[in-house]
């Protein structure tokens, strides 16, 4: 059963505290994707990699880090630095980073809520 | 900066009706438009997915058009049920996806 996999549901942290959001894939695909979703608000890309070892910064990816460190996982961590991290966390993947493979869909992981207490 | 607008925000209709959810953007230079659904507090299940050469994609009750030159997409919904109800985004893609905020969908039995 193929899939994207996002661990826990539902996070609460602390103030001063960094958290780790956990994304798992078994699609073999190359691509990983981090984005936020903010209320009533489309989706913000926060880092994305292209292959092992290997990711870059997206729109707004001041006060998270991510690794790369196998194919099929792209943890993300918020750290303290970020102010306001009370949002929906959804990881994607995609089978190439390129638009131009007929095949690129974006496929997503269920979410990780994280509130902030 | 590629801006992507859905309207309306919100819509609501009676079961059995078909109805258009719009998407515009601002670039052009798109490699392909993909549309998705997402119910509450779940993530994103993607719907259809047009090439920048295409013109439109059918999947069972849902047609996606996409005119590039315009900047416009409108995805049809036919014959709408209650369990359509959702909040639908379009996204484009160049390098990356730029999202919509989404059109929140209710279908009244």
């Known amino acids: 059963d193929g899939g994207i996999t996002q661990s826990p549901k539902y996070l609460f942290r602390k103030e001063g505290q960094n958290v780790t959001l956990s994304c798992e894939q078994n699609?073999?695909?190359?691509?990983m994707y981090w984005y936020r979703q903010d209320p009533g608000q489309g989706l913000r890309l926060i880092y994305y990699?292209?292959?092992?070892?290997?990711?870059q910064k997206g729109d707004i990816a001041e006060g998270y880090s991510v690794s790369r460190e196998k194919k099929e996982s792209f943890p993300l961590t918020v750290t303290s630095a970020q102010k306001n991290p009370t949002a929906f966390y959804l990881c994607?993947?995609?089978?190439?980073?390129?638009?131009?493979?007929?095949?690129?869909?974006?496929?997503f992981g269920p979410g990780t809520r994280l509130t902030v207490l | 900066k590629q801006e992507v607008t859905q309207i309306p925000a919100a819509l609501s209709v009676p079961e059995g009706e078909n109805l258009v959810l719009n998407c515009s953007f601002t670039?052009?230079?798109?490699?392909?438009l993909q549309w998705f659904r997402q119910d509450p507090g779940k993530g994103l299940t993607s719907l259809l997915l047009?090439?920048?050469?295409?013109r439109e994609q059918t999947s069972g009750r849902l047609n996606a058009s996409l005119d590039k030159s315009s900047g416009r997409s409108t995805l049809y919904i036919a014959a709408s049920q209650p369990g359509d109800s959702a909040t639908y985004l379009c996204?484009?893609?160049?390098?990356?996806?730029?999202f919509g905020s989404g059109t929140q969908l209710t279908v009244l039995p």
């Open positions: 994607a993947s995609s089978i190439d980073l390129t638009g131009f493979s007929s095949y690129n869909e974006q496929f």
């Open positions: 699609l073999n695909h190359d691509a």
């Open positions: 990699s292209q292959i092992v070892n290997d990711f």
């Open positions: 670039d052009s230079a798109i490699y392909n």
């Open positions: 047009i090439q920048s050469s295409q």
């Open positions: 996204a484009v893609r160049k390098r990356q996806l730029t």
